[in-house]
Every structure is written in C-alpha cells, then in structure tokens.
C-alpha cells in the first residue's frame, strides 16, 4: 500500500490549546521514545501548531479582542475531576495538572473536564 502524506490544518483557539498541550507533553517527555526522525516531525509539527496559535493571539489583540475563549464544556460531556481521577487509576493531584490538557475547566471552584478527552486518555493508557 503506497504512503499517502496528509496533513491537518489547525488554527485559532484550537491551535493556541493543541500547541500548548502537545509542548508540555514533549516537555514532559512523552515522545522520547519515539524514532528520532519521527520526533523531529512530531517537533516540528508542533512548532507549526503553535505560530498558528500565535499568530491566531496576535490578530485578536490586533483588533483589540483580548479575551480569550473558555472551551464550552456542556453537562453531558463534562465528567469531574474525582471521577476522571477514578477512571485513569491517578490522584486528584495529578488529574489537577492533567486538567488543561483534557479539556478541563474550573467552575465554581472545581475541575471539570471533557468527558471525550479524559475517554480517549483511558483508551491511549489500556493500549500502553
């Protein structure tokens, strides 16, 4: 089967919340054990992600539009931060620190996060 190269554009807020996340899980190590020319890729593509995001900042502020967008997080695809902590076998600390990437948002004092993003990390740690 021959290769096909394909790619996925990303931008605005998405592009600021994907290049925030995958940099920390590169930071964190989470590719180190990846083939080298594959982790140059990965690297680069997230390099890409981020000037998106940056330059996605940068014509918001531009047009004077600082605020930035809090992720909608509607009931039915919110789960807690309790009850993910549960799912993934981790503390409630370290669900704490997970909670920007999964989607998560605090309300009312607590975390929430998007039931979606916390399935596909249960899915991705029963594959390793």
Known sequence: MPYIESAALLSGYPAVLAGVGLRDLARRGYFDGVAPTARAELLAAIADIERAGQRWQASREAAGNTETPQPEIRPESAITAERAAILLGVTSRRIRQLAPIL?????????????????????RRKAV
């Open 103 to 123: 989607g998560g948002s605090k309300t009312r004092g607590r975390w929430v996060l998007d039931r979606s993003a916390v399935l596909a990390e249960h899915q």
